[in-house]
């Protein structure tokens, strides 16, 4: 099984960016879909971005379209979130995820990795 590893968390103020990366252990990823959740204190997790196995297709939630770029780079088992314009309001703890099955309206990941910090300050 693929084990999901992610990285790039921090504290950072609001207009600020930061890239978020996610690598596996014991398996590639360039069979699945990915995506990214988040979850923000005192609410449920929260679909964020998802991209295909190729990288020809992306879907973003509509809080960071515009502001956030998801990728991936499969020759090295990595996904990114590249997140621009940050606000309060992005503030959660972030989540890699992978999938079986993508589509532009429809992403339900099947694993998921422990998640990393993103705090944005005012």
């Known amino acids: 099984q693929v084990q999901l590893v992610e990285s790039g968390g921090g504290l950072v103020q609001a207009g600020g960016s930061l890239r978020l990366s996610c690598t596996t252990s014991?398996?590639?990823?360039?069979?699945?879909?990915m995506g990214w959740f988040r979850q923000a204190p005192g609410k449920e997790r929260a679909f964020v971005a998802a991209?295909?196995?190729?990288?020809?297709?992306?879907n973003y939630a509509d809080s960071v379209k515009g502001r956030f770029t998801i990728s991936r780079d499969n020759a090295k088992n990595t996904v990114f979130l590249q997140m621009s314009s940050l606000k309060p309001a992005d503030t959660a703890v972030y989540y890699c995820?992978?999938?079986?099955?993508?589509?532009?309206?429809?992403?339900?990941?099947?694993?998921w990795g422990q998640g990393t910090q993103v705090t944005v300050s005012s």
């Open positions: 995820t992978t999938s079986t099955y993508y589509s532009d309206s429809y992403y339900s990941p099947d694993g």
């Open positions: 014991g398996g590639t990823i360039s069979s699945f879909a």
């Open positions: 991209i295909n196995w190729s990288g020809s297709r992306r």
